[in-house]
């Protein structure tokens, strides 16, 4: 789990900052869920990540359920940690997918964003109990981009025949999550379950693209925020040549360019979220630009922290925050060097010169702000 530093809001600003009131079942002191509450969440996405990081309690404390030496060991076994779903759920994670006018939480997409960077793990294919699925329901005398529909399906719920969890992907890393497939055998589902209207499965998935692909940027910035806490933490303790290992100027250098590197990733990411709300005429612009920069940038900070960290970047040792291998090993291929994501770059080489426009645009509409992303001062 990601540890987001703490912003501090002046007192007057908190009394003015609007809240909903939602019952939630606080973490015990060993981590548990145990003792029933009344706490209110915030509406502003960067207070709500503070929340959520208050929920999943202290990662250093070994008695808390979600400690990094814990989420080490369900890492090992390649094990999903439950406690961790059930301390999601009790917040009302789920809640977050939601719009509020349909009886949700969610009432900006940078509030699923900041969620989703403080958590950075996702996948649950084979134990979903619903599943999107695009589905061919045209025939050959049907228009090809007409020839797929979308569906809703609850696997428990088909007409007939079988719905099955496939065997999960061996992946180089987060091997706990369940990154599989579902497999259906001659299933038929209620003409109710399909979403939009007949034959526009495709266009709905690709809007729909655009925005988990935007998303899924907080899963990258939640991977670097770990990486180089875990790289930085390690090298300020570990002593060399009369001091700490941080304060050699290449290692400090390294440190320095990685965190600014991990800012403009952010702020790449909130534009682009933004976007969705502010210029929804050029979010699919915007949704490429930071899919690949975003990755990009995380994965050059990948590689800069293994060098900085050398041989112990391939160690993995309990009482760390996290696994050095795991956090600054160079994963064999990126999310960016795949087939599905060259257009990406494409787009982001033939319109970088529109994003400086696209961020003053948001600079102008949401006002300028005193502290960088995630609270973090500038």
Partial sequence: MRRTPQATIPTTERKKEKHKCTTLRSPGPRGDVSVATTARLPVDARALTEAIEDWLGDPELESNALSFGRGL??????????????????????????????????????????L?????????????THVVVLGATGDEDTPARRRHSLFLVDRARVLSGEVDGLPR???????????????FRDARVDPSCRLGGEGEGLELALRGLL?????????????????LRTAGGFLSRRKLYNGAAS?????????????????????????????????????????????????????????????????????????????????????????CSTAASRSAWTALRSSSSSWPRLCARTVMTTGACRRGPFGRRL
């Fill in 73 to 114: 060991e369900a890492d090992e076994r390649e094990e999903l940690p439950d406690a961790g779903i059930e301390r999601l759920r009790g917040f009302g994670f789920h809640r977050y997918f939601v719009p509020a006018r349909l009886g949700g939480e969610l009432r900006s997409a940078e509030q699923l964003l900041m």
């Fill in 211 to 227: 925005i988990t692909r935007t998303l899924c940027t907080g899963l990258s910035l939640g991977t670097g925020d770990t990486m």
């Fill in 247 to 335: 304060e050699i100027p290449y290692i400090s250098e390294s440190l320095a360019n990685a965190y600014l590197s991990l800012l403009v990733a952010e702020c790449e990411s909130l534009v682009a979220m933004r976007g969705l709300h502010l210029y929804p005429e050029e979010f699919s612009l915007c949704a490429n630009l930071a899919k690949v920069q975003v990755a990009r940038l995380v994965d050059a900070n990948a590689r800069v922290l293994a060098r900085a960290l050398g041989a112990r970047s391939y160690c993995a040792r309990r009482n760390t925050r996290a696994s050095s291998r795991r956090c600054c090993g160079t994963a064999p291929s990126s999310p």
């Fill in 169 to 183: 992907l061996p992946t180089y890393g987060l091997r706990g999550c369940d990154i599989s497939g579902v497999a």
């Fill in 116 to 128: 989703t960077s403080a958590i950075a793990r996702i996948n649950r294919g084979a134990t979903s």
